[in-house]
């Protein structure tokens, strides 16, 4: 089982980017799926998840009317769309899915069991 989190780089405050995370070696379509991030120095922060069938969404605090995530559970993959990013977005961020079936979308990050390797996003003030 992979997850393969891309679309991270440098980008300007105010800007916007589009992270993707594709899974594969199954199907995660029944489980909830989240976005974290880890700035260099700082414990790793909880940013976006989304019900398996897209209906819910549930954002950090710092993201949140920023931030949207969405699901294709056809193409097996969750976008994270990034607006206004501001420099402390800086970090690297992962991607990950719980392993239970329709789970908890405020569930903690010891919840899930599938990461994938991460993605730089800068953002230059």
């Known amino acids: 089982v992979q997850l393969q989190a891309s679309g991270g780089g440098l980008v300007q405050a105010g800007g916007s980017l589009r992270l993707s995370c594709v899974a594969s070696g199954r199907t995660f379509s029944h489980n909830v799926m989240g976005w974290f991030r880890q700035a260099p120095g700082k414990e790793r922060e909880f940013v976006a998840a989304?019900?398996?069938?897209?209906?819910?969404?549930y954002y950090g605090n710092s993201v949140k009317g920023r931030f949207t995530i969405s699901r294709d559970n056809f193409k097996n993959t969750v976008y994270l769309q990034m607006n206004n990013l501001k420099p402390e977005d800086t970090a690297v961020y992962y991607c990950?899915?719980?392993?239970?079936?329709?789970?908890?979308?405020?569930?903690?990050?010891?919840?899930?069991?599938?990461w994938g390797q991460g993605t730089l996003v800068t953002v230059s003030s």
């Open positions: 990950a899915a719980q392993e239970k079936t329709y789970g908890t979308i405020s569930a903690p990050f010891d919840e899930y069991a599938y």
């Open positions: 989304i019900r398996w069938d897209g209906i819910s969404e």
